[in-house]
């Protein structure tokens, strides 16, 4: 077993987002699965501007809040208790235009 601590994450290099991987592909030999979360303040867009897009799928649980996002063009509204799933390969981008911090853990999945 292998536990993280807070002193173990990698955070992003962004003043207004919180994302933390906890387990990237070295966790274990030939994992295709990164895991990680993040902490949307109200305003915060991610990313700051434009669409990003992978080549793993994103699984995403939405722990607390809710958040604004348009993934292959289509606006939705993921809330506290929701999950969702962004293919790989299309882009996306979310934006928290609420008045409480949005906290989400998230998956990226290599296909195989």
Excluded at 5 to 34: C, H, P
Excluded at 38 to 54: I, K, L, M, Q, T
Aim: glycine share 10%; proline share 4%.
């Amino acid at each position: 077993m292998k536990i993280i601590t807070n002193a173990d994450t990698k955070a992003a290099d962004r003043s207004d987002v919180i994302m933390k991987t906890l387990f990237g592909e070295d966790a274990l030999k030939d994992t295709q699965v990164t895991m990680g979360t993040v902490v949307f303040p109200p305003g915060a867009r991610v990313p700051a501007e434009g669409a990003g897009v992978h080549a793993e799928h994103e699984y995403s649980f939405i722990m607390r809040g809710s958040i604004l996002t348009v993934s292959g063009g289509k606006e939705c509204r993921v809330s506290e208790g929701q999950a969702s799933l962004i293919p790989a390969g299309e882009e996306h981008w979310a934006v928290n235009d609420g008045a409480e911090s949005c906290e989400i853990v998230w998956f990226l999945v290599k296909q195989s």
